[in-house]
Each structure stands twice: as C-alpha cells, then as structure tokens.
C-alpha cells in the first residue's frame, strides 16, 4: 500500500543555517505531495504542495522539488529562523481512493 | 479561510466508557478524515468519507466507528474506550480535487484512565 517515510525525528539547527528534512514515498498511483507544517499546540496547515515531477515549488522561504525518479519531496530552506521551529510532515494523496496519508513527522529545533 | 471546528475540545473517559467525537465543516468540502496523532507516530488515518453516507477504513481503524450523517458533520465514536486510545484527535476536510489543501481543526485530546 501507500507509505511516506521521514527519516528524521528530530533535526537541531543554529539560526541562519539551512535544513533539508528527508520524505520518500511509495504509491502505484501518481503522486500528489504536501508538507504540512505544526507549530505547537496548533493544527497542522499546508506548507507546500506538489505533483508536477522536477518542479521546484516555494512558499514562506521553504522550497521542495518532486522527484518521481527517486520518489522524494525534500523540504529545504537556505536559513533558518527561531519561528521556524516546528513539526513538520510530508504527506502522500491518493487520489483515486481520497486518501492522505502522513509519514511520522521531523521535530525542527532552532537554537539562538 | 476554511472552518472545521471539533467538540469537545478536551475529553476525560473511563476505561470501557462510550466517547462521541464531533466534526463540523462549513467548507462544502466532500472529503472528511479522522486522524489521531501520537509522538513517535505522527498523523495516522482512522476513517475517512467523501460525502454524507460514506464510510471508508483507514490506516488504524480497530476499535473505532464513524459515521457522515451529512457533509458538514463527522462522527467518531469509541464503543469501549482503552487507555491506548488516549491521544490528540484531529477532524479534517477537503475538497477532494487534485493537489487541494485538507484543513485541519483545532484537535480533541481524549485521555481515556
């Protein structure tokens, strides 16, 4: 079945460096690709969405590029600020059956 | 923006106790899910249903029913509660077309003792 995989809990930073958080995926269908961003004690909202493979999408200084090659949508950003702390998921949609689905989340840590 | 509010926020129950778990969307949207999010396990899909009526099986349904009595609301009910249900619920909406954002309410945290 579907199955997103992030393979990093926890990724501890200094402000103004920057991060890439890791999310492969496995679908037979084609993929549509989000981050969602939970800061705490909030509900998640959408960071970045994509389906278009090799298409750099942005949003908020974050950026993400489909690969269906290698199954990947990493999520980047050049410098990381303390407002950047967060959880974030990467998420797989199945369009055909309606389905989201999450992988296990990466905990982002700026320290000052 | 996109409204889906959940009640009650905050949920103590007894072992074996019956629990009610509501979700109201005021989106039009078709897609409704249930989620439940726990540290180490992130969000996993309990139920999910694309209209009034409908009812699909998630990624963790065992010991929860659902039911879409009609689009705006969602129910998840826990028959028999047990403390490895304790955890942070979340009710989401879509409108099920390609690349469409799911929104997200503000999350029932059920402690079940």
């Known amino acids: 079945g579907d199955s997103v995989t992030q393979t990093e809990g926890l990724v501890t930073l200094t402000k103004g460096l920057p991060v890439m958080l890791n999310c492969t995926y496995q679908?037979?269908?084609?993929?549509?690709l989000f981050w969602y961003v939970q800061h705490l004690n909030e509900a998640p909202k959408l960071l970045l969405k994509?389906?278009?493979?090799?298409k750099r999408t942005e949003h908020q200084g974050f950026y993400a590029t489909l690969h269906k090659s290698s199954s990947s949508f990493h999520l980047q950003k050049s410098s990381v600020q303390l407002s950047d702390s967060a959880l974030y998921f990467c998420a797989l949609l199945n369009y055909n059956q309606g389905k989201l689905i999450f992988g296990q989340g990466t905990k982002l840590s700026i320290k000052p | 923006e996109a409204a889906v509010t959940q009640s009650p926020r905050n949920k103590v129950t007894v072992t074996g106790g019956n629990v009610t778990l509501s979700c109201r969307q005021t989106n039009s949207h078709n897609y409704m899910y249930w989620y439940r999010q726990d540290t180490g396990h992130g969000l996993r899909l309990i139920h999910y249903s694309y209209g009034a009526g409908n009812l699909q099986i998630g990624d963790v349904p065992d010991g929860y029913k659902a039911t879409r009595t009609t689009q705006e609301d969602f129910f998840l009910l826990l028959e028999l509660a047990s403390p490895s249900q304790t955890s942070l619920y979340f009710c989401?909406?879509?409108?099920?077309?390609?690349?469409?954002?799911?929104?997200f309410g503000k999350g029932t945290r059920l402690t079940v003792v």
């Open positions: 994509s389906s278009t493979d090799n």
């Open positions: 679908t037979t269908y084609s993929p549509f």
């Open positions: 989401a909406s879509s409108g099920g077309q390609l690349n469409t954002e799911v929104f």
